[in-house]
């Protein structure tokens, strides 16, 4: 389910703290549940989920249910907004630059991993 945001408030605060911004740019292309983003970010599930429920709230996220786990992705509507604004505010990042390579690695594990992966939101890249 995608929630539209008209709030300009709401969706200003799902963009501008560092931590949903990476998560943001991890969620662009690839469905990843929010053990898979803890892994990612380094940090306790907990915080990645209080953040994930920000970005959701302000609708910025689709997402599918996949057994016990949830995937969330970047709503369609949204994905070229987010490249306009990474590329408008583009610097070197080396956090930014580790989330991806540790998003790659991880994705390389989801088969042996707990996360059976998502069905339906599969990457961005690929036909969906």
């Keep these: 389910m995608i929630l539209m945001t008209k709030n ?19 969620v ?3 469905a990843l549940c929010v053990c898979e983003l803890a892994d990612i970010l380094e940090m306790p ?12 709230k302000a609708g910025l996220l689709e997402s599918e249910k996949c057994e016990k786990w949830t ?22 990042n080396a ?14 594990k989801r088969e042996d991993s707990c996360c059976p992966g998502p069905k339906f939101l599969k990457s961005c890249n690929s036909a969906n």
């Design 8 to 26: 300009l408030v709401t969706f200003s605060r799902a963009l501008a703290e560092p931590t949903r911004w990476r998560i943001i740019r991890l």
């Design 28 to 30: 662009l292309v690839d």
């Design 71 to 92: 995937y969330f992705r970047i709503a369609p509507v949204y994905r070229e907004l987010i490249d306009t604004l990474e590329k408008f505010f583009a610097a070197p």
């Design 45 to 56: 599930q907990s915080s990645v989920s209080s953040h994930v429920q920000i970005i959701r």
């Design 95 to 108: 956090i930014l630059d580790a989330d991806g390579g540790r998003s790659r690695l991880r994705l390389a």
